[in-house]
């Protein structure tokens, strides 16, 4: 017997064929995905330089593929993303993007799309599941002609993220088992509540390390913002509000220039539906960097780490949830893009608390000329993740 595959991507998700309560749920799907965020930065941020990426956008495809799994395929699903079922997942989402969808006052966008091969039918339960839930329309393909498949898919992501995101999937990618490719694209585009002063940005020293440097342009501002000195992460946290003070950026700086790494260890047991909690309203002097960042992340082994692994094994994986066919996840990938700048910031990418004890002052100094994280939010639903590392 064959086994077809199913890719997954801005994230996107090829399959490819083998044969070998609403509120609860929405708050069970951001909790999740914060616990997803983090399990992914742990891994990923074993490489060196920058990292970037949207968690919200891996973590709405595989649960669009969530919806075709069974048996033991679905408990690995339930395992990794932190959502109990397939359902919830779906319900979840649902009240998620009809929320990320609709905020004022910035440009935010969370989009799905599944493309599945010319000849096939989805399952009546999937294809509710995938059309009522998550507002994905279905586009008919036919793989085997890759090039022109590949193209499609990357003028909807195109379209979907202002151009930021271009060609996603490459053509070599299909073929003619592909039977399925989910896509999501998320893109975001806010300006600052309060916008820095372009007569103020500078050239200054960004330490790499303790003895490397490179001279960026420094953006400068003092006014009261969210603050707080975080003993049990020997750090400090910084939040940036956009226009609309839903949405913000958190910036998590080491308190030792070579902290990067210290830092990252803590967060792999920080909670971070709660990284806002215990910020006191202070007037901070803030110096942060500008910058631009794009990444291309093949995610199978990422996720593989994460206890994904079935998903991707022709003899293990079940899918039949879907097409009825065996199918197995042959590709995970997602592009990223963010640019931050005196007006705001512009990103695409195809939740017990516990509170130690802080220092208030009538003023604190925030100067991210070293290595740090940074957390964009929906209220705590956390949108894309990095390390700004490198220039």
Known sequence: MRRISVVLGAVLAILSSSTMAENKADLQVVQGNNHFSNDLYKVLSGNEGNVFFSPISVHAVLAMAYQGAQESTAEVFAACLKVPDAATAAEGYNAVMSKLNNVPNVTLLMANKVYLMAGFKLLEAFDTAISKKFLSEVELLDFAQNEASAKAIND????????????????????????????????????????????????????????????????????????????????????????????????????????????????????????TEGLWNVEVNVALPRFKIETTIDLNDPLTKMGLGEIFDQSKANFRGMIGQDLYVSKVVQKAFIEVNEEGAEAAAATAIIIDSYMLVPSADFTANYPFVICLLSKKTVLFMGRIASF
């Open 156 to 275: 909807w992501v195109k379209e979907k993220t202002r151009e930021k995101i271009q060609d996603l999937i490459q053509a070599g990618d299909l073929n003619s088992d592909t039977r399925l490719v989910l896509v999501n694209a998320i893109y975001f585009k806010g300006d600052w509540l309060h916008k820095f002063d372009k007569e103020l940005t500078k050239k200054e020293p960004f330490y790499l390390n303790n003895e490397d440097k490179v001279d960026v342009q420094m953006m400068h501002i003092k006014r009261k913002y969210y603050f707080s000195e975080r003993e049990d992460l020997d750090a400090k946290i910084l939040q940036l509000p956009y226009t609309n003070e839903d949405l913000s950026m958190v910036i998590i700086l080491p308190n030792k220039r070579d902290g990067i790494k210290d830092l990252e260890k803590k967060l792999e047991s920080f909670d971070l539906n709660n990284i």
